[in-house]
Structure formats: structure tokens, C-alpha cells
């Protein structure tokens, strides 16, 4: 018996208990979903994104109009405004593909829950979710910097 063999036993076992871990978390995953009908996450997300989008419009409106609506803008008010609009952009299509993600009512539907699981899990959006949260935190660090210089 060479030392290699235990070694690839090992190995194999280990990949057998990541699968089973990975099945459990998706088994779990669509329990919830057909328990609650949606996730925690998909809530706590919908919430912080309905949030973000109502404190960016209130943003653009202060930039508009504060100082009077007939007055034209700062270049680096523009540009506050600019990134302003591209980060609700972002938000909205953010709020599409939590919405899309977890569309359908699944309560109490087994298949429905297993499929709504399986594309949670292993489908595309999450990965898309997560380049739109890197995108709107790189705006929000624009727009950080852009209200702290107008402030200084």
C-alpha cells in the first residue's frame, strides 16, 4: 500500500461531506422558501434597496432645488448629480433582480419552492446582485467625497 491511497481516500471523503453540506443548505433554503414564501434575505435586501433608492431621490431633489429651481448648477454639482442618478440606476436594477429572483409565490408549493431554491442557489442572479452592490458602493463613495468637498 503506498501513502497516496489514505491520502485519496481522505480527499474523496472530504468532497462527499461538501456535497452533503451543499445539499443540506439547499434543502434548507427551500424549506424556507416554501415555509415563509420568501427568504430573510430576500426581505432584509428589498428593504436596503427601497431605502437607498428613496435617500438618492431625496439627494437629487435637494440638489435641484435648494438655492431656488431658476439657478443653473456647479460643475461639481452636476457631477454630484450625475452620480447620483447613475446609483438609483443601479438600485432599481437592483430591486429588478431581487424581485425576479424571488418572484414567484412559493408558500406551501413544494415544486415551485424547490425550483425557486435550485436558481437561488446555483442560478446567475446572486452573482449579478452581488457586481451591483460592488457598483453602488463605488458610488456611494463618490457621492460621500463629492458632499464632503461641497461641505468643506
Known sequence: MSGLEPLAAFGLACNFFQTIELALKTASLCKELFDKGATDLS??????????????????????HVGGTDRSLSESEQELLANAVQCRRVALNMKIEIDRMFAASTKGKRWASFVAGLRIKFGNSVKKIE???????????????GLLVRVW
Do not use: F, N, P, W
Not at 426581505?43 to 435641484?64: F, H, M, N
Open 43 to 64: 426581505a432584509g435586501l428589498s428593504l436596503q434597496v427601497d431605502d437607498t433608492i428613496k435617500s438618492v431621490q431625496r439627494l437629487e431633489y435637494s440638489i435641484k
Open 131 to 145: 457586481e451591483m452592490e460592488k457598483e453602488m458602493q463605488r458610488h456611494q463613495k463618490l457621492l460621500e467625497s
